[in-house]
């Protein structure tokens, strides 16, 4: 990369970097680097095809604005897998990780780890858009653990992959190094643990086992909520542990700043590193989920037999617990599991709820509320009145639907999942206003009149 093209793309990061979150910049964007701008093509390098594929899905259309700005063209952007030179530009030279795929394949003992579970690896977790960003980032935590990237905190609903990503975590340095000291615990364990020190007055026993660690691991931290011992306990742990350079990883069902009860000291710290989220698995994901859970099992299934399946259940503790039930009825009954029986074993339970309604009905619902038509929603204008609507829809499209926010994004013109995350919070934290829960509960009555008019 040549000065001039050094100098360019300086300006372009510099850009984008005031238009995404921290998170996806330092994450997709902070290792990229142009190689060439010849004839209106720019080429840009990225650490991994698995980078490259979330910038052109997320945010391919402010990269080329961006990029078409400064090199006053209309540009053709043209991607490829490679590590830039880390000396050639000294503000965004540092590599996060590398190409995931070179990931070494081991065997792991049975029994390796307490309540971690051997099979849950980074080789066995299907990824797509939904939980690649926590994907990347969980594997850079593994290869350079009490990096930047500490804590790793992750968050999403129930049955997204976070404990397998965090055990993945667990059982890659384990491969590694079998004498690190690992704990992974949940917040009832820890918190039972912290009660018990207690009652025995036994503390300095327990903050041994705590503080004396390299990676600890601890699952739905938005339980600590409301629990101040606990929550200092945790404070004075985490700050011995960060400070001699050991790595923690934290996971919840909402972001830090959304759980409530929690000391603003404790929360600080769980913003401190870095914040992913996973989203609800979409089909594609949830048919590869599908696959590996068989193979785990000694099936073979087809692709139409595991697409059947993922289009029953909506996340991967009900896919698993799915499959097993057919396998089971399938070997009971001594018979090939095809998608009539897939049909017949799920029978009205994996069914859609044939009353749900479309997401172009609640845009069109929407629409007819307010007045305004559904390209200005999904369009770029930033008046009052759209904005209130269009966060609406973001709302209504994820408590209606269970879409994803990536899901959402796309249906909304192509918008970013921090957007739509943003969105939806400036609705929950409005429902709070008895005047605004109103009109809400109007818009919502009007979908169900309007849905079952056009049913």
């Not at 880390?86 to 996060?96: C, F, G, M």
């Not at 026993?205 to 200092?232: H, S």
Request: glycine share 6%; aromatic share 8%.
């Amino acid at each position: 990369m040549n000065e001039e093209n050094n100098k360019l793309w300086k300006k372009v990061l510099g850009d984008i970097e005031t238009e995404v979150s921290r998170a996806n910049f330092l994450t997709l964007f902070k290792t990229t680097g142009l190689l060439s701008f010849e004839n209106g093509v720019a080429t840009i390098a990225a650490s991994s095809t698995m980078i490259i594929d979330l910038i052109q899905k997320r945010f391919y259309a402010i990269l080329k604005k961006t990029v078409d700005k400064h090199t006053s063209a209309n540009t053709k952007i043209v991607f490829v897998p490679k590590i830039i030179d880390q000396n050639v530009n000294r503000k965004y030279d540092a590599p996060l990780f590398e190409n995931i795929g070179n990931v070494a394949k081991k065997e792991i003992t049975v029994g390796h780890l307490p309540r971690v579970r051997p099979e849950y690896t980074f080789q066995t977790m299907a990824v797509s858009p939904s939980n690649q960003l926590a994907f990347v980032s969980a594997t850079t935590v593994a290869k350079k653990m009490g990096g930047s990237y500490n804590p790793l905190f992750i968050y999403g609903p129930v049955g997204v992959g976070k404990t397998h990503l965090m055990q993945a975590i667990a059982n890659d340095l384990y491969q590694r190094d079998p004498n690190k000291k690992i704990i992974y615990i949940t917040s009832e364990e820890f918190t039972n643990e912290i009660v018990e020190a207690i009652r025995t007055n036994d503390t300095a026993r327990m903050k041994r086992k705590f503080r004396n660690i390299d990676l600890l691991i601890i699952d739905d931290v938005q339980f600590f909520a409301g629990k101040e011992k606990v929550q200092e306990e945790l404070f004075h742990t985490f700050n011995i542990l960060v400070d001699a350079g050991a790595q923690v990883v934290l996971s919840s069902d909402r972001p830090p700043f959304e759980i409530k009860k929690i000391e603003k000291r404790l929360s600080s710290r769980f913003s401190g590193g870095l914040i992913v989220d996973i989203e609800p698995q979409d089909f594609e994901l949830r048919t590869a989920i599908v696959l590996i859970k068989a193979k785990k099992y000694g099936l073979d299934l087809s692709m139409d037999v595991a697409k059947k399946i993922a289009e029953k259940e909506q996340d991967a503790r009900g896919l698993e617990g799915s499959l097993l039930r057919i396998v089971t009825e399938a070997q009971v009954r001594g018979l090939e599991i095809t998608p009539s029986l897939i049909l017949e074993v799920l029978g009205k339970n994996g069914e859609k709820d044939k009353s749900q309604p479309h997401p172009d009905d609640i845009i069109e619902n929407i629409c007819d509320f307010y007045d305004i038509k559904s390209t200005q929603i999904k369009g770029q204008k930033r008046d009052a009145r759209l904005v209130k609507a269009r966060h609406i829809a973001m709302y209504l499209l994820k408590k209606e639907l269970s879409l994803s926010l990536v899901e959402i994004g796309n249906f909304l013109g192509g918008r970013d999942h921090t957007t739509i995350m943003h969105g939806v919070g400036k609705i929950e934290k409005l429902l709070e206003d008895k005047k605004f829960s109103e009109e809400m509960m109007g818009i919502t009555s009007s979908l169900k009149d309007y849905y079952q008019h056009r049913s």
